[in-house]
Nanobody
Framework: QVQLVESGGGLVQAGDSLRLSCAASGRTFSSYVMGWFRQAPGKEREFVAGIRWSAGNTYYADSVKGRFTISRDNAKNTVYLRMNSLKPEDTAVYYC??????????????WGQGTQVTVSS
């Protein structure tokens, strides 16, 4: 089972950018579909973005399309989430995950511990 550790969260202003990183342990990282999810206060955790082993295949929630970019570096066992034009509604705990099924919580194999992103208006 792969272990995931996120970093890069913080407090920013609306319109700013952040890049989250997720470092994975294990030698089979390149075979995993990887994803980012988020959970805002009082809301359910939701899918944000996913990327297959071939970095050309990426998927996004409608709410972040055009603003967020997921990428991966298989040599470094790391997946990234570049977040541009951040909005207060992007405030949430962001989780990295391996995806073994559908692009939802039900399809997740392993979770990271999460990193807080707070966007002030």
């Amino acid at each position: 089972q792969v272990q995931l550790v996120e970093s890069g969260g913080g407090l920013v202003q609306a319109g700013d950018s952040l890049r989250l990183s997720c470092a994975a342990s294990g030698r089979t990282f390149s075979s995993y579909v990887m994803g980012w999810f988020r959970q805002a206060p009082g809301k359910e955790r939701e899918f944000v973005a996913g990327i297959r082993w071939s970095a050309g295949n990426t998927y996004y929630a409608d709410s972040v399309k055009g603003r967020f970019t997921i990428s991966r570096d298989n040599a470094k066992n790391t997946v990234y989430l570049r977040m541009n034009s951040l909005k207060p509604e992007d405030t949430a705990v962001y989780y990295c995950a391996t995806i073994i099924g559908e692009y939802s919580e039900n399809g997740v194999g392993s979770w990271g511990q999460g990193t807080q992103v707070t966007v002030s208006s």
